[in-house]
C-alpha cells in the first residue's frame, strides 16, 4: 500500500476535531471528523477509513466493548486511543484489548506526527497480511503446504502431475521440511482422495512390531496374537499408504516392501495366505538413500524401486523468501485456534526471523509463532515475544565503526540481544560480510570470491548455507 491511509477522528470536543483535522490535512492525510459515535460507524461501515483516532470515554462508548468489537467488525483498520492525562492506564489498557497506541490530551503536534505514522505503517502491514492471505488461498498453496519460493511453485506442479498416476514417490528432505504434508496433498490431489490416507512411522516401530503393523497377524501368529489384525497395507486398500522413514527399515523388511511393490501381494504375519492390495505407496527419508546403498545399509534394487518420482524438499533457509508468507500463516492458524488476536508482526520480529537459519525448518518456524501467539500482550508479535534463539538475531547497525567504515558496508558492530552458542554468534557477521560484499560486486560471484581471498566453492556454500543463492546473483 503506497498511498497515506484514510483517518477518521471521533471526539466529542469539537475545538479537538477541529485542529486535528486540520494539522493532519496539511500532513497530507485525508481527514474526517464526527463527535457522534453512530455517525463514526457508519463511516467505518462504509470501508472508507484505514486508521481511527478515537476518545472512546465519550457518552454512548463502553470502552471495553467498544474495542473488541472494533476488532471484529473492521480488523483492517488501526484504532489509536485519544484520552485525558488522568485516564492513562485505561488507555493502556485499551492497548492490550486492541488499540494500537494511545494519545493524551492536550495533544502536541510532534506527538500526533509520530503516532499516526506508527499508525499509518502498521496499517500498510495489515494490507500487506490481506494480500498474503489472498495469495495463501489462490496461488500460493497446496493444502495446508504454503510457499512462493520457485522452489515451492515447482513442487507443487510436481505433485499435479505424479497425483493422478499410480508410481510410487520418494520425498526427501531434512526434518521439519513437511514432508507429510506432501504426502498427504499428493493423496487429496488424486482419484484416491475419497479413500483412506494412512501413515506409518517406520523408525517409531521395532522390526518384529513393524511387519505385523504393515501386513498385519493371523490368531495365534506370536505371543499376545489373540486375534486376526488386517494390517496398514489392507487398511489402506484403495487408497494410499505413507511410510515415513523408510531409511530405518531393517533389511528383512526392505525385502518384503520390495515384493509388495512389485507384486501388490503380501502374506500376514502367520499365515500362507496371500493378499492382493491397490494401494499408493508414497515413502520419506530424511536422510540421503544413495549413501546408505553405497554403505550398502539399504538395498539398491528397493532404492532403485522407490525412487520413481523424488520430490525434494528445500529446508527454510533456502526459501528465506516464504518467511514472511508462512508466518502469516501460522498465526492465522493458532489465533483461530486460541481465540487470541493477533493482527501481525513488527519490523524487528520479521527482521529477526528472516535472519535466523531454522534448523528445524517450517516445524520450528510453526512452534515458534504458536509461542508467540500464546505469550504475546500486544496487537503484533514483538522480538521479545519470539524464542531467544530467533532473539538474538536482532542487530543494531553501529553509527560508526573502526576503520572508518560506515553503516551498511558489512563491517557493522552487531549487537547480540540475547546469549547464544559461538558458532551460531560468528555466523551473523559472517553473513552480513558476504552479503555487503556480494552487493559491491553486484553478485557476481567470482569478484566476490577474490576480494574476500576465498575460493568460488567455499563461497558457494556459503551463500546456500545464508539462503542467498537466487537473490540477483551473476554466475
Known sequence: MTTKPRLLILDEDRIILQSLGQFLRREGYEVRTTDVPDNAMGVLESNQVEVFLADINIPGIKPADFLRDMRRRFPHVVVVVITSYGSIEGAVEATKIGAFDYLTKPIVDEEIRVVVEKAARQQSLLFENQSLKQQLDMRFGLGNVVGHDHKMLKIFDLVGAVADSRTTALITGESGTGKSLIARAIHQQSPRKDKPFIEVSCGALPETLLESELFGHVKGAFTGAISDKPGRFLSADGGTLFLDEINSASPMMQVKLLRMLQERTFEPVGSSESKTVDVRVVLATNVDLALLVADQKFRQDLYYRINV?????????????????????????FCQETGREVIGFSEPALSAMHRYTWPGNVRELENAIERAVVLSRRP???LEDLPETVQGMAIVPAMQVAGGGQPGDGYDTIVLQRPMPLEQALEIPERHIIEAALKRNHWNRQATAAELAINRTTLYKKMRKFGMLGVGEVA
Not at 533457509?317 to 516464504?322: A, E, H, K, S, V
Open 309 to 333: 518420482v523424488n520430490v525434494k524438499l528445500p529446508p527454510l533457509r533456502d526459501r528465506l523468501g516464504d518467511i514472511t508468507l508462512l508466518a502469516t500463516h501460522f498465526l492465522r492458524r
Open 380 to 382: 503484533q508479535i514483538d
